[in-house]
C-alpha cells in the first residue's frame, strides 16, 4: 500500500484530496495545523501530522511515496510565505526524503498573471515562483491549475488544456479526483495543465494529457 503526504490535508480540496485516496486504498498522512482538524482527518483513516510548511513538516514525509501539495494562504494570507516559500520547503524535504512524486495544486493564471484580476496577482505570482522550484527540481511531478473553485458536486467531465485557459470554474470535487488520477496515470508525469468544468470524462480527459504536449512542442 502506497503512502501519500498532503499538505493543507483540511483544507476545502485537501478534505476531497485525503477522502478520495483512502476510497482508493492509500495510507495517508496529512499535514493540518491544530489538534481539532487532526481528529476531523483521522476520522477518515488518515494519520495526522500536526506542523505547517513553515515549520517541521518532515515527519509524516517518512516512508511517503508521493506528495499532494494543496496549500494556498487564501483572502487573508500571506500568499508569498505560503504559496511560494511554504511549497518550496516542501518541494526541498520531498527531495531530501528520497520522495520521487509530487503533485501540485496551483491556479490557472500563473502563465499569464496580467491577464488576471489585480487583487490575484500577489497569488498567482507567488504560486508561479513555486511551480518554477518545482519544474527545475529533479521530482517527477504534475501541476494542476484548476479553475475558480467551487463546492458544488463532481460533474466528472472537464476541459484539460496546457498552457492556454484562463478562465473557467470547476468543482473541488473533481481537482481532489484529478489529483489522486494523477498518481497512477503516467500521462501526467512531468506534466503541467489548466483543468475547468467541460464535457469530456475526467479520466479520459487526463489520459490526453500526453497527447497535448506532443501537439504543443511540435
Not at 485557459?165 to 473541488?172: A, D, F, V
Not at 470535487?173 to 497512477?184: F, T, W, Y
Not at 506534466?191 to 511540435?218: H, N, T, Y
Request: glycine residues 10%; negative net charge.
Amino acid at each position: 500500500m502506497k503512502t501519500i503526504f498532503v499538505a493543507g490535508a483540511h483544507g476545502g480540496t485537501g478534505r476531497r484530496i485525503v477522502r478520495d485516496l483512502i476510497n482508493a486504498g492509500y495510507r495517508v498522512h496529512g499535514l493540518v495545523r491544530t489538534e481539532e482538524q487532526a481528529a476531523a482527518i483521522r476520522e477518515t483513516g488518515a494519520e495526522p501530522f500536526i506542523g505547517d510548511l513553515n515549520g517541521v513538516f518532515s515527519d509524516g514525509l517518512k516512508g511517503a511515496d508521493a506528495v499532494i501539495c494543496a496549500v494556498g494562504s487564501g483572502a487573508s494570507g500571506n500568499p508569498e510565505e505560503v504559496d511560494h516559500l511554504g511549497t518550496v520547503r516542501l518541494i526541498e524535504q520531498s527531495m531530501l526524503d528520497g520522495v520521487d512524486r509530487f503533485v501540485l495544486i496551483s491556479s490557472i493564471g500563473t502563465l499569464a498573471p496580467e491577464q488576471m484580476p489585480e487583487l490575484l496577482k500577489p497569488f498567482l505570482l507567488a504560486k508561479r515562483r513555486a511551480e518554477k522550484v518545482l519544474e527545475e527540481s529533479k521530482l517527477n511531478h504534475t501541476i494542476i491549475r484548476p479553475g475558480g473553485l467551487t463546492n458544488e458536486p463532481s460533474t466528472g467531465r472537464v476541459k484539460a488544456t496546457i498552457g492556454v485557459t484562463q478562465s473557467g470554474r470547476i468543482s473541488r470535487d473533481d481537482v481532489a479526483k484529478a489529483a489522486v488520477l494523477a498518481l497512477s496515470l503516467p500521462q501526467t508525469e512531468s506534466c503541467e495543465f489548466e483543468i475547468v468544468e467541460g464535457d469530456v470524462p475526467l479520466e479520459e480527459a487526463l489520459m490526453q494529457l500526453s497527447s497535448l504536449q506532443k501537439d504543443r512542442s511540435e
